[in-house]
């Protein structure tokens, strides 16, 4: 989560209280480029407008985007995929220093796991000079049969209590052979892999996909999708008139048969015996009590299902049938998958950032769309694992 760290002393005036980035993970960073990101005291993000035409281009964009008349269907969709823009912000003793004012994506998250991946064939626009041209294409020659560059990330580590960090030549050492683990290292946490993670966020690209798909309006080079889900294993608070996955496991009452338990939206724990059994408090006690139902009896009662998901996910649907004998080593690899100790988790986020090079188009934006389909095949196969 980003925090609302004081000014550190020494730190410039003009600041007014802002202060670098703590968690970003790519692009340009604040004291070793001429511009950077900011996290202003409200938690905000401050984008530093880059020089004209990038700057304007990407202004312009948020501004079209976010107008307070915009009637465009088209670009009111979009809104959802984007982090909220908050208009221009600038420091009174540097009133031409622009900033973009942006939602901190990050903000509701305790530990965030940030990964900052660029999408498309193509990273240079159909305005750039062949030098242009030459140096993005050496700087990744695999972009246009890969379709997307990991240009960063951060991974929280539960047993150390720290983050392992990748920067962009780590993602360009990635090849047709390897993206497949270069990416799993980012829903890693050190004891397992985060599949809950990863389906979450094959469901966030899929919305965005289906926006592509279906707009002529808009075409987008070098833009990235920031993927952020919750490393800590602590529980997040829940608004009690929520009915998650928390208030269901701490209610006193029994559970009916079709009662279900939704954890982020990836799988569901079908409801409990009908015995009148109370459900435990924790994943580990309902864990338990399902070993000493499995001593006692040749078939469980409880069933596990993938929810939400495509047929070719991964997650197989599992009847009382199919688990049988196997109930609880499917329990356990679910329970891996759960941060422990962990009763309810923030949604995972996708958001798309990074619209310096977005321009107006007639067609089908082939190259991102072609970059979304195989990231999202690489993320599926995570889940084969």
């Known amino acids: 989560m980003a925090s609302g760290a004081a000014e550190p002393e020494g730190a ?43 700057g304007p281009r990407e202004l312009d964009f948020y501004s ?139 469901q966030k690209i899929e919305k965005i996909l289906q926006w592509f798909e279906n707009q002529k309006q808009l075409s987008f080079y070098a833009s990235s999708l920031l993927f952020v889900y919750e490393g800590s294993s602590q529980p997040v608070a829940v608004k009690p008139s929520d009915r998650t996955l928390a208030g269901m496991f701490l209610s006193k009452g029994p559970l009916a048969d079709t009662d279900v338990l939704e954890f982020n939206n990836n799988f569901r724990v079908l409801g409990a015996p009908a015995n009148g059994t109370t459900v435990g408090k924790s994943l580990s006690k309902m864990y338990a009590r399902h070993r000493r139902m499995h001593s006692k009896k040749p078939h469980s009662q409880v069933s596990l299902k993938a929810g939400s998901m495509e047929h070719d996910s991964g997650w197989k649907s599992m009847s009382q049938e199919h688990l049988n004998g196997n109930v609880l080593s499917q329990l356990e690899t679910v329970l891996c998958h759960l941060p422990a100790g962990c009763q309810e988790m923030a949604s995972v986020e ?24 195989h990231l999202m095949k690489v993320l599926r196969s995570l889940l084969d694992c």
């Open 12 to 54: 410039p005036r003009f600041l007014h209280g802002c202060v670098p980035l703590s968690h970003q993970v790519a692009g340009h960073m604040y004291g070793k480029d001429k511009v950077g990101i900011l996290q202003h005291p409200d938690g905000t993000v401050l984008k530093q407008l880059q020089p004209p035409p990038r």
């Open 64 to 202: 079209t985007v976010f107008a307070a008349d915009c009637g465009d269907t088209v670009l009111l969709e979009l809104r959802k995929y984007l982090p909220k823009y908050y208009g221009i912000w600038s420091p009174p003793t540097a009133p031409n220093d622009l900033y973009l004012k942006l939602e901190d994506v990050t903000h509701k998250f305790h530990k965030p796991c940030i990964m900052d991946v660029k999408i498309g064939q193509k990273s240079y626009d159909p305005f750039a000079s062949s030098e242009k041209i030459e140096q993005q294409v050496s700087k990744y020659p695999l972009m246009e049969e890969i379709g997307f560059l990991v240009l960063g990330m951060r991974v929280y580590h539960t047993h150390s209590d720290s983050y392992e960090t990748h920067n962009q030549h780590y993602g360009r050492s990635l090849t047709k052979e390897t993206i497949k683990d270069g990416i799993s290292k980012f829903f890693h946490n050190g004891f397992c892999l985060r599949k809950d993670a990863v389906a979450a966020s094959i």
């Open 350 to 373: 996708v958001r798309m950032i990074d619209f310096a090079h977005v321009f107006p188009s007639n067609t089908v934006d082939e190259g991102y769309v072609y970059g979304l389909k």
